[in-house]
Nanobody, 128 residues
Framework: QVQLVESGGGLVQAGGSLRLSCAASGRTFSKYAMGWFRQAPGKERECVAAISWSGRNTYYADSVAGRFTISRDNAKNTVYLQMNSLKPEDTAVYYC?????????????????????WGQGTQVTVSS
């Protein structure tokens, strides 16, 4: 069992930055692939970034590539999402998720149903 707790959301002006953190419980965190998803009102949940258990392999949605960076610190059981050059369209609730299959397969790890565990979400609001 893994519990995930996101933090770091908030209100920021367009062009600003935020860093989201996702703290995980459990000793098996280092074996999990991790993903960051977001969901805006009236829209489907979408994967913005994912990272393999080792951190060597990553995936970014086209909409955030070059602006967002996913990373992890397995010693701290934490995965991060550094978000730069934020835009109003980045406004959403952001969720982290864990998949017990640690290797990253992009076609699979873009899908919410792939993941076994989810955090409660943190709101990110970008004002224009």
């Amino acid at each position: 069992q893994v519990q995930l707790v996101e933090s770091g959301g908030g209100l920021v002006q367009a062009g600003g930055s935020l860093r989201l953190s996702c703290a995980a419980s459990g000793r098996t965190f280092s074996k999990y692939a991790m993903g960051w998803f977001r969901q805006a009102p009236g829209k489907e949940r979408e994967c913005v970034a994912a990272i393999s258990w080792s951190g060597r392999n990553t995936y970014y949605a086209d909409s955030v590539a070059g602006r967002f960076t996913i990373s992890r610190d397995n010693a701290k059981n934490t995965v991060y999402l550094q978000m730069n050059s934020l835009k109003p369209e980045d406004t959403a609730v952001y969720y982290c998720a864990a998949d017990s299959v640690g290797a990253l397969t992009i076609s699979i790890h873009q899908r919410p149903e792939t993941y076994d565990y989810w955090g409660q979400g943190t709101q990110v609001t970008v004002s224009s």
